[in-house]
């Protein structure tokens, strides 16, 4: 794909910035419908707060683009589809185990990870908005609802 788009870009048909910004612009209401679809369905069925629905809403769709944008970054460093595919696995996976989900505590060394891990941060807005966690609590560890 990025061959594609640079020999279009060399010979001056567009540029680059422009192929990103309407394929963005393109995924977009795709990436809105499909979960907003997806939230009206389950958010109710699940029997969660009905006054935090938009802000939970917006929280999941901020994530979405979220990942849609690494997709992209991804897609632009790569030449290789399936150099692109490997790396995106791995980073993904690598997300969500540094990401607070499977390591109660990480160590000591790995203790930043789960700053730059936009699939813990998405899931402490959700917990917020919610209302599982203390208005000043910060750390998933104290704010995990129990199942």
Same mark, same amino acid.
């Given at each position: 794909? /990025?061959?594609?788009?640079?020999?279009?870009?060399?010979?001056?048909?567009?540029? /680059?910035?422009?192929?990103?910004?309407?394929? #963005?612009?393109?995924? *977009?209401?795709?990436?809105?419908?499909?979960?907003?679809?997806?939230?009206?369905? *389950?958010?109710? =069925?699940?029997?969660?707060?009905?006054?935090? %629905?938009?802000?939970?809403?917006?929280? *999941?769709?901020?994530?979405?683009? #979220?990942?849609?944008?690494?997709?992209? /970054?991804?897609?632009?460093?790569?030449?290789?589809?399936?150099?692109?595919?490997? $790396?995106?696995?791995?980073? #993904?996976?690598?997300? =969500? /185990?540094?990401?607070? %989900?499977?390591?109660?505590?990480?160590?000591?060394?790995?203790?930043?990870?789960?700053?730059?891990? $936009?699939?813990?941060?998405?899931?402490?807005?959700?917990?917020?908005?919610?209302?599982?966690?203390?208005?000043?609590?910060?750390?998933?560890?104290?704010?995990?609802?129990?199942?």
């Amino acid at each position: 794909m /990025l061959t594609h788009c640079l020999s279009y870009s060399a010979s001056g048909w567009y540029r /680059l910035s422009a192929y990103f910004m309407a394929r #963005t612009l393109a995924d *977009v209401p795709i990436d809105i419908v499909i979960p907003t679809a997806f939230e009206c369905i *389950v958010y109710w =069925m699940v029997g969660l707060r009905a006054t935090a %629905f938009v802000q939970h809403l917006l929280s *999941v769709l901020l994530v979405v683009l #979220t990942s849609n944008s690494l997709g992209l /970054l991804i897609s632009a460093l790569s030449n290789d589809l399936k150099q692109a595919q490997a $790396f995106a696995s791995v980073l #993904t996976l690598a997300l =969500m /185990l540094l990401g607070g %989900f499977y390591l109660a505590v990480p160590a000591w060394a790995l203790s930043w990870s789960r700053w730059v891990s $936009f699939i813990n941060q998405g899931y402490s807005l959700v917990v917020k908005v919610l209302g599982f966690a203390p208005a000043g609590d910060c750390a998933l560890s104290d704010a995990r609802p129990a199942v």
